[in-house]
Structures are given as C-alpha cells and as structure tokens.
C-alpha cells in the first residue's frame, strides 16, 4: 500500500493494537533477535532482587519496534526516512499497546512529496510509553 | 559500538520481524516481495539495532568463559567478586542506579537488503544532566552511529541517547 499526498491532511490519524498482553516469551524473543540479553528484560529475579525494580520490563526497542511496524503498515514498505522516539514509560509483560500516527505536516523536497508524522505508543491506561516523529515519501 | 562487519542475513531479519509483531510477508518471503515496490526483502526499520550481535565486545551478551552478571545460582553472577563480570554500558547493576535507553533516532539513506555487510562508525555526541522526578539525578549521553555498507557508502544514520540513573525508576 502507498499513501498518496492527495489523500493526506493535517491531523488525520492512523493507529493498530501492536500487542495485546505483552508476554515474557515476546521479550525473550526480542532480546535472541536484537541481542541484547540485558537481564533487565529476561531474568526476573536478577531484576527485582539486585536491580530493585518490581518486575522484568521490555527493552525501549522492542517498543520502537513494534511503533515501526504500525508505521511501515501504513506508509509503505521502504518508504521511511526518519523515525525517533524518546523512551518516556517503562513497559511491562501484561501491557496491550497502541501506536498511533498523527499527520503533521505534507512538504515537498526536491519534487518528492514527504510526510512527516508525530508518534505517540500508549498502554492500556492511555498512558504514553514512547513519542517521537518520522517522516515517509509519499506519491 | 565498534562492529566493524555485520552481514545482513534473510533468517536474521525474518526473527527480527517476528519479535517486533510484524507479519508484513516482505520480511520472510521472498517470492511476494519481488512483487513489492522495494522489489525484494528489506529489513524493518529497527532492525539496525541488531547489529549489537556482530560486536565481539558487545556487554549486554554472555560470553563463554566470563562470569554473566545476570542471575545463576545467586541472584547476581556479580556476587563473586573473584570473577570479573561483563562490562556493559547498559547493565543494571547492584546499587540502585541502571543505564537505560532514552532515546533513538534513524535516518534512512535507503533500507537494508539481505546480502548487504555493513561497518559501523560510532562517535560519541553531547552530554548532560538533569534531576528526575522518579530516578535521581539523570546522566545522559548520547552517541552517533554510521552505518556503511559493502560499497562504503552511508545508509543508516542512528542517534542514540543513554541515560544513567541514580536509584531505579520508580512508577507513577
């Protein structure tokens, strides 16, 4: 699917349920793909017993990852640009997460029709996990 | 981080994909993606990151032979301090305080295909501090990293800010 300039207007949004009841196996997943094993994510024990946390929570890329994926379903595959976030909640197994894209402005750039979008991810409690932005070519 | 080549893989991207919840068919099928704009697999946006994997030095992996700081028979291989643990600058340690990703950001010169070797130029950017409201006072530091593939030419510009923190980060 390829989005269209024509079709796009300012504050016009786009959101997908990433993940619904975030397990420790998807973490684990996640850390064997990315390679980083930092107990933090995987070892429950380590975590709440040494690094005074109350459970194991999930890497701040594994959210990323899962805001992408929202992102290039709705873009397009290969037509990113930029995607930045800041890491501003913890999250935890158990967590359903939503990502969502807000249109903030359509340009153009050497005749290519840009987006450039604000990013919000929110838990189940409406409370954001990761902001950011990005931008994509559009036709 | 100092990776000096990370051959990207088909079966590397597809568990890639697969740990993020995509099921986009242009990351494990190749068939569909000659069909696709991109004409060929390419790898998620993230998928970068996993190049963590091709730095021998890496601090977040367990290594054959050094004792892990995770947990084994004590909660913290760093119990014993006759072994050296691995060093890592997004380990938790005992104490309190914990190294945590606070932000990341990429810049696509173009994406990345099964088949490319890239090498990786990492220098370190500003530095900062502030006070948090849930963790102490917060380190921040931020590195860049540039991504060149087999023709050594730039594709993947990352931006990536750590912070240290005092004491863990409590909820609320």
Known sequence: ?139 | MAVEKFPVEAGHIMLFARAVGDQNQIYYDEDYAKGTEPGGTIAPPTFVQASAQFDPDYGLRPKIGQKWFGSGKNPSGSNAPEEPAAEGEGGGRGGGGTGLHAEQHYEYHRHLRPGDVLHAVSKPGRTWEAEGRRAGKLHFSEGITEYYDQNNELVITARSVGVRTERPVTQG
């Not at chain 1, 109350?54 to 890497?59: D, E, K, L, S, Y």
């Not at chain 1, 595959?77 to 501003?88: C, Q, Y």
């Open chain 1, 1 to 139: 699917m390829v989005l269209k300039a024509s079709d796009l207007q300012a504050g016009q949004t786009h959101e997908e349920v990433v993940v619904h009841d975030l397990s420790r196996t998807q973490i684990v997943q996640y850390a064997g793909a990315s390679g980083d094993y930092n107990p933090l994510h995987t070892d429950e024990v380590f975590t709440t017993k040494v690094a005074g946390y109350p459970t194991a929570f999930a890497h701040g890329m594994l959210t990323m990852g899962l805001t992408g994926t929202m992102l290039t379903n709705w873009v397009g595959d290969g037509r990113l640009t930029k995607f930045g976030v800041r890491f501003v909640s913890q999250v935890f197994p158990g967590d359903t997460l939503t990502a969502k894209a807000t249109v903030k402005e359509l340009r153009e750039e050497d005749g290519q029709h840009l987006v450039d979008l604000d990013l919000e991810t929110v838990n189940q409690d409406g409370k954001a996990v990761v902001t950011g932005s990005a931008t994509a070519r559009v036709d």
